[in-house]
C-alpha cells in the first residue's frame, strides 16, 4: 500500500496516518488490501473488482464516485490494456490495482509536478493529462505512416499494405472508444453530482474533457486518411489487376492466329497447299512468327500491351 499527501507535491504518508490529518491523499491498494483496510476510508461502499472491467467509466455513489480506467498501451495499442479501479470521495482519491499501471503514474506525478493551489482536483486532473500526454505526437506519427504508406501505393508497391492498413484502423478505433470514455468520465466529474469538488475547480475537468475532444477529432480525421488510403490501394490492385487482364488477352490474341493455323493443318486433308512440297513446313514457321511480330508491334504502337 503507498499513500500520499496532495501538498505542493506528493508527500508519502503512512495509511494509518491519513485519517488524523485533515488533507487530501491519495492511496494506491492491491486489491487484497483494498478488502483488507476498505473500511479504514469510510467510504460507504463495497467496491469489488471493477477493475476488471475493461473500460474507463465513473459511478456515482451516495458517499462516493467509483469506478474503473482501462489505458490502451502506447507501445501497442492491439496489447491488452492496463487496467484498475478508483474510489474518491471529497477527501481522497482510493486505486485498487492488481497490477502496478497506477503506482507507475502516480509516481511520475510525484516526481514531476509541484502545485502553487495543491487540491485533489488539480491532482486528478494532471493524473487524467497523464493518460493522453503523448498521444497528439503518437496521431502526428500515425498520420506520418499514412502518408508514406500512400506515396508506396502509387508507386505500385501494394505487398503487405492492406495488412497495415487494417492493423492501423484497428488502433485508431481504440484510440477513439478510449477518448470517448475518457470524455464521458470528465463530464461526469464535471457534473459534481456529489458535491465533492469546489465549483472554482470544476474548470480543471473542463479543460481534460475539451482536450480529449480535440485527440477524438485528430484521431477521426487521421481514421479518415486510413478509408482513403484504402480506397487508393483498391483502386490500383484494380489498375494492376487490369492491366495484367490486357496483357493476357493480347497474349490471347497474338497466338489465335497460329492456333488457328495448326488447326487448319492439322486436318491433313489430301489436296490441301504445302502438304506435299518439301518448303511448306519452313513456309508456315516464316508466316507464323511475322503474324506473331506484326501482331506484337500493333499492340504496342496502341498501348494494348
Known sequence: MQCFLIREQLSPVSPDDIMAVQENYICVLSPEEWNEHKEQFSMGIDLELSYNLGMTKAEVNVDSLTGSFSIPKRTDLADDPVTFGFALDERGIVFIDAGSGAEKLISSIARSKRWKNPSLERFLYDFLESLIASDLSLLEEREEILSTMEDEILEGKLEGQMEKII????????????????????QELEENENGFFKKGRLRYFELFTKRVMRLEDVAAGV??????????????QQDKQNHLMGVLTAVSTIFLPLTLIAGWYGMNF????????????????????????????YFKKHDWF
Not at 180 to 186: R, S
Not at 223 to 236: A, D, G, K, N, P
Open 270 to 297: 489430301t489436296n490441301m497447299p504445302l502438304i506435299q512440297a518439301s518448303w511448306g513446313y519452313p513456309v508456315v514457321i516464316v508466316v507464323s512468327v511475322f503474324v506473331a511480330v506484326a501482331c506484337t508491334w
Open 223 to 236: 481514421r479518415e486518411h486510413t478509408v482513403q488510403i484504402r480506397e487508393l490501394y483498391q483502386s490500383q
Open 167 to 186: 492493423d492501423m484502423r484497428n488502433d485508431l478505433k481504440t484510440l477513439r472508444v478510449h477518448y470517448e470514455q475518457l470524455m464521458d468520465l470528465g
